[in-house]
C-alpha cells in the first residue's frame, strides 16, 4: 500500500491562462522521498456518500523541496468540470488534501543518442521535469501542445533540443496537429529515446509510430495517455486496460 501523507495548501497561483500551480507543505513530507519529480502522487477526494471510497486523481510531482517540506504540483484549468479540477480551482492556503505515493518517475534514458519528446498541457509538468534533467548535450525535439499563446512557459532545456510550441485552442474534437507535426519531423542520427504522454487516441497513434512504424523497443520509449476526449478519468483508465495493443 503506497504512503499517504496529510498536508495542506500553501498557495494556489495562475501559473498561465490555463494552468494553475498549487504548492502543498506539511510536516508529513519530512518522510517523503527524494528524486521524485516527474513521477506521481494521486489525490484523494472525499466520496459524495459516507462510508464510500475516495476519488482518486493523479497528477505529476514538478518539484519537491525537502528543506521545506513543499510539494509542487500543476493542474490544467478545466474549472469545475471534474473533482480535481473543481478542488484546484476553489483551493486555498490553509485546505487540506491527503496524497498517496509516490509513482515511479517517468524520465527519458539520458543515453540515449538523440530525443524526441512530445505532449499536450496534461503532459507539461513532466515534459518540464524531462527537458530540465536531460543531460547538457543532449540533441532532438521536444512539441508542446497548449490551448493558447500565452500558456508557453519559460523551461530551461538543452540548447541542442530544439523546443517547439503548437497552439490548439479546441480539445473539444478530434484533431491530428501534435500527431502530424512529430511524424514530421526529421531523424536524427542513432537511436532517439521518444517520450509521449496526453490524449488517448494520440497516444495510440503515437505508439504505433514509435513502435510499429520506427521500431523502437516498447522498454526503450514511454507513450502513455494521460485523459481521453468525451470520456471521464474512470472511462479513460478502463479503456487503456481494454486496448489491445497495450
Not at 514538478?62 to 484546484?88: I, K, N, T, Y
Not at 543531460?135 to 540548447?159: C, F, M, T, W
Not at 497552439?167 to 519531423?185: I, Q, Y
Request: with cysteine; hydrophobic share 35%; glycine share 8%.
Amino acid at each position: 500500500m503506497p504512503a499517504e501523507y496529510d498536508l495542506e495548501v500553501l498557495s494556489n497561483n495562475r501559473l498561465t491562462p490555463n494552468m494553475r500551480r498549487i504548492v502543498l507543505q506539511g510536516p508529513e513530507l519530512a518522510g517523503f522521498p527524494a528524486d521524485q519529480e516527474g513521477g506521481y502522487v494521486k489525490l484523494l477526494f472525499d466520496p459524495a456518500e459516507e462510508g464510500g471510497k475516495p476519488t482518486l486523481r493523479s497528477y505529476t510531482i514538478r518539484a519537491f523541496d525537502a528543506a521545506q517540506q513543499e510539494l509542487m504540483l500543476e493542474f490544467v484549468d478545466h474549472g469545475d468540470g471534474g473533482p480535481a479540477s473543481a478542488w484546484a480551482s476553489r483551493a486555498r492556503p490553509g485546505d487540506p488534501i491527503t496524497i498517496r505515493g509516490p509513482g515511479e518517475p517517468k524520465l527519458a534514458a539520458p543515453d540515449a543518442d538523440w530525443f524526441l519528446l512530445a505532449g499536450d498541457m496534461s503532459a507539461l509538468p513532466g515534459l518540464a521535469v524531462n527537458l530540465e534533467r536531460l543531460p547538457k548535450n543532449a540533441q532532438g525535439y521536444a512539441l508542446i501542445e497548449v490551448l493558447s499563446e500565452a500558456d508557453r512557459q519559460a523551461i530551461d532545456h538543452p540548447e541542442g533540443v530544439e523546443l517547439r510550441w503548437l497552439v490548439n485552442p479546441d480539445t473539444e474534437r478530434p484533431n491530428a496537429l501534435l500527431n502530424e507535426r512529430v511524424r514530421a519531423l526529421p531523424w536524427l542520427p542513432g537511436t532517439p529515446y521518444p517520450w509521449f504522454a496526453g490524449e488517448f487516441s494520440t497516444m495510440r497513434s503515437m505508439r504505433r509510430y514509435f513502435r510499429d512504424e520506427s521500431g523502437i523497443d516498447k522498454h526503450a520509449m514511454y507513450c502513455s495517455c494521460y485523459w481521453k476526449m468525451g470520456d471521464t478519468d474512470e472511462g479513460m483508465k478502463r479503456a487503456k486496460k481494454l486496448d489491445p495493443e497495450a
